[in-house]
């Protein structure tokens, strides 16, 4: 059930953080009674969202049965471990400017509604991912483990609770960096763990040849069928007697989380909606040319009163106030004799 404890406390940080920056942007406003009310509408509205996803997976598994059902739960564990993966990596590329974002998205909302929907589409995406992940746990464990495993989704979402109080707080001892680092860890484990279930059920299924079944065979030192051995096949996909093809996917997949990871960042954009914050774009050459004849045209061009030369400043450095010209001879004598 570590598993479960670790994807709960995850998803259930996000969408509290999330929370807290637009709270705090709410703070700053010079209304803020009314968004924080929609804010609040936002956040119940996106929890419905994802308790009618979970009742609506449970509905469609309803309507399988015997090969079908199989299927779309080997769907379903599939799309929960490809959905662990994205996650990760785009909070990997992007979280370092997630609370600029949120503020860009809110600032760019028109008033509660618009506060309300950011607020309801976050909480909806982490509790929809949330769902997923637990349905495809869920379908390793047995009508037993059910208890526990709610358990430590309660469990989770406790320490998530108590983690965003420290983060609020601005606890000195809680490194985020290194915080989320371990994070992406254990979650990319868990996605491995479920990809190995998926590879299992597809070799079963008569989908995939297993190429050589068993490679080894470590049963007699680390069973996986119970104690510790039950414990990594659940949380890294440990297996005592892999098939080949299994080996094969395995390190396939974290070939490709490593090199994704070590990808530079980016240009960022947020989860939230079709809003995207792009780089700057540079100056293409032939309009940086223009602009520097622009200025040259200024400079060189006489004034009109008295022939007398106006020098301006570049308009690239943002002045457009124009400097005195010097006074002549006659005009000084004259502003002396008045």
């Not at 947020?270 to 100056?283: A, D, E, N």
């Amino acid at each position: 059930m570590l598993n479960t404890f670790i994807v709960v406390w995850r998803e259930s940080l996000e969408a509290m953080l999330v929370i807290g920056v637009l709270l705090a942007w709410i703070a700053r406003q010079p209304e803020p009674a009314p968004l924080r009310r929609g804010l609040w509408f936002g956040v119940a509205g996106g929890i419905a969202l994802a308790g009618a996803l979970g009742l609506a997976t449970f509905a469609v598994q309803s309507e399988f049965a015997g090969n079908s059902l199989d299927v779309f739960q080997l769907a379903m564990l599939l799309f929960a471990a490809f959905l662990i993966v994205q996650m990760v990596l785009w909070m990997h590329r992007h979280g370092r400017a997630m609370k600029r974002e949120l503020e860009a998205q809110a600032g760019r909302a028109t008033g509660a509604a618009g506060v309300g929907t950011i607020a309801a589409l976050a909480i909806a995406r982490e509790g929809g991912e949330t769902v997923v992940f637990l349905y495809g746990l869920g379908m390793e464990a047995g009508g037993g483990e059910l208890a526990r495993m709610l358990a430590a989704a309660a469990a989770g979402l406790a320490l998530a609770l108590a983690t965003s109080w420290l983060v609020a707080r601005g606890a000195r001892f809680l490194n985020m960096r290194v915080f989320f680092r371990v994070s992406e860890i254990l979650l990319l484990l868990i996605a491995g763990a479920l990809l190995a279930s998926g590879v299992d059920r597809m070799i079963g299924m008569d989908w995939l040849p297993p190429l050589l079944d068993p490679v080894w065979d470590s049963s007699k030192l680390l069973d996986d069928g119970h104690g510790a051995g039950r414990l990594l096949a659940d949380f890294v996909g440990y297996r005592a007697r892999p098939a080949g093809t299994l080996l094969v996917v395995h390190a396939a997949y974290w070939a490709f989380v490593l090199w994704r990871l070590a990808r530079p960042a980016g240009p960022i954009g947020l989860r939230l909606g079709s809003y995207r914050i792009k780089k700057p774009q540079p100056i293409a050459p032939r309009e940086a040319g223009s602009r520097r004849r622009e200025v040259k045209e200024e400079e060189a061009a006489p004034a009109a009163d008295g022939g007398h030369e106006r020098r301006r400043l570049p308009a690239s450095l943002g002045a457009c106030r124009e400097r005195p010209a010097p006074l002549s001879p006659s005009d000084a004598q004259r502003i002396v004799e008045n």
